[in-house]
């Protein structure tokens, strides 16, 4: 049971916060800190900091800090980084808690630079530790949430009062401090369960945080894509005034009837005519081609985040007035694998098949035109295309995920497809090459869906059944799940 905002009153009460330096902070796990601390008078101590948890809390530590230091992540997180360069060595001034809230405001200063250290005791995902500047602008902070506004350069908006409730403290020995009592409490593990209603909560913000991530990638893409016409309208427009593009000029000076005015056009001095109309051709179709792939991501997303909502609200009524088998069945549904987020995915109405590898989406065009379809409107520039060498066969993608390579057993998984759906299945084994689909180029006049790589890289294939069992026990679990 983590702690209200009368035991965080009273720890508040009991530790020498004020007038205490920053010597060091650590990440002891996901959910807590540890911050070394000296105070002039009480001399050096340590503060345990945890948020985000059945357990989060506050309190001295009397004992333990090497063991719990060994315990720091091995790779020094993004928040820890921002800690040791901007607040360590500063002293903490003042230290507020909101009325009848678990919010606990640190003032620090050095010198003219003042922050705040702002830790919120809440559960599920408005848990957080937050780093602001005097405007409470935010600076840093221990988890990213933009759904919930909690990201660098927002403003923070704190509320004004929590309610008074009926809160008490626990009942605690008269011979030890609450501070002493919390930190013996919790030596061991708590066997109380998290409350499903709490577990729900925390999984519906991980899989919209997810989704609202995805869906500001595809607003940025629209905004950056939606005036793609304008390229057309400047091909139209040089291609009608030919003889005004001066040699060697970089604009061209051309009337525009429909606004009736003179209007000017960047031209490369180093392309003819021709091919400066070429550009701008291109540049129009390629701006479509990524405006409306972005639309149908966006609507894909919205799509998803409505069916979340609502199979959170049917969640939630289950929590509520569900019987004991059901609510285990859901609890159970929910937390089978914490690193797993079940979303709909977003190609359920994708031609062709799909597989799973790892983290990442395969997609299989079975003929020429489902090739031609995914191509079109399913993947992007950074995705990864697959196909048997010299053997006709069926396409491949690999869909990629941001600031993740693909690993090696994503690209056999792939390979073992492209090969399994092509002339060289009887072989069981074969080259595959593979690239970007941004290195793809199209056959003008070609049959449909006809590319060709380049910058493409082999791949030597052989056909293994644990691999392939694997993949289509995984398509259709997923199939049953949907």
Same mark, same amino acid.
């Given at each position: ?43 050096? /101590? ?82 957080? *530790? ?38 008490? #403290? ?22 109380? &369960? ?237 080259? *595959? ?26 791949? /030597? #294939? ?17 199939? &049953?799940?949907?």
């Amino acid at each position: 049971m983590s702690l209200n905002w009368r035991e965080i009153e009273l720890i508040l009460s009991e530790l020498p916060l004020v007038d205490s330096m920053i010597q060091r902070v650590h990440q002891i796990g996901f959910h807590q800190l540890l911050l070394e601390l000296h105070n002039r008078q009480s001399g050096s /101590w340590q503060l345990y900091i945890e948020v985000g948890t059945p357990s989060a809390r506050l309190h001295q530590l009397s004992g333990g800090v090497k063991a719990l230091k060994k315990q720091k992540q091995p790779k020094l997180q993004r928040f820890v980084q921002y800690c040791r360069a901007h607040i360590e060595s500063m002293r903490i001034t003042e230290v507020k808690q909101l009325d009848f809230e678990r919010i606990v405001i640190l003032t620090l200063s050095k010198q003219e630079t003042l922050y705040y250290l702002i830790l919120r005791f809440f559960s599920g995902a408005q848990a957080n *530790v937050i780093i602001c500047d005097q405007q409470m602008i935010i600076k840093e902070l221990l988890f990213r949430r933009p759904h919930l506004g909690d990201a660098v350069a927002n403003q923070l908006i704190l509320p004004k009062s929590g309610n008074e409730g009926a809160y008490h #403290v626990r009942p605690y020995p008269s011979t030890s401090s609450f501070n002493r009592y919390i930190e013996e409490l919790y030596k061991t593990p708590q066997k109380a &369960e998290r409350p499903l209603k709490e577990v729900l909560e925390h999984h519906y913000e991980k899989k919209v945080s997810q989704l609202q991530q995805q869906l500001d990638a595809a607003n940025r893409r629209i905004e950056a894509h939606v005036a793609y016409a304008s390229y057309k309208k400047s091909a139209d427009l040089l291609a009608s005034n030919r003889h005004l593009l001066l040699p060697n000029s970089t604009w061209a000076q051309v009337y525009d009837h429909q606004k009736n005015e003179t209007v000017s056009i960047a031209v490369d001095p180093k392309l003819s005519v021709e091919l400066n109309i070429q550009a701008y051709y291109k540049r129009y179709q390629k701006g479509k081609k990524s405006y409306q792939m972005a639309v149908e991501e966006q609507k894909r997303l919205l799509q998803a985040l409505s069916a979340e909502k609502k199979l959170y609200e049917k969640q939630l009524v289950i929590s509520e007035q569900g019987s004991a088998e059901e609510q285990e069945t859901l609890l159970t549904s929910v937390t089978s694998d914490p690193n797993v987020v079940k979303t709909p995915s977003p190609f359920q109405k994708a031609p062709g098949l799909q597989f799973t590898s790892g983290q990442f989406t395969l997609l299989v065009g079975r003929n020429a035109s489902e090739n031609d379809q995914l191509l079109r409107h399913w993947v992007r520039g950074n995705d990864w295309w697959l196909h048997s060498r010299d053997a006709p066969g069926s396409y491949v993608f690999i869909k990629s995920i941001a600031n993740k390579s693909i690993p090696l057993e994503t690209l056999l998984d792939a390979g073992s497809l492209a090969l399994l759906y092509s002339k060289m299945k009887s072989a069981g084994k074969g080259e *595959v090459y593979y690239t970007q689909i941004k290195y793809l180029r199209r056959v003008k006049g070609g049959k449909k869906g006809l590319v060709i790589p380049t910058q493409e890289k082999n791949l /030597w #294939v052989n056909l293994d059944e644990k691999r392939l069992q694997r993949l289509f026990q995984g398509r259709k679990k997923a199939e &049953e799940e949907h």
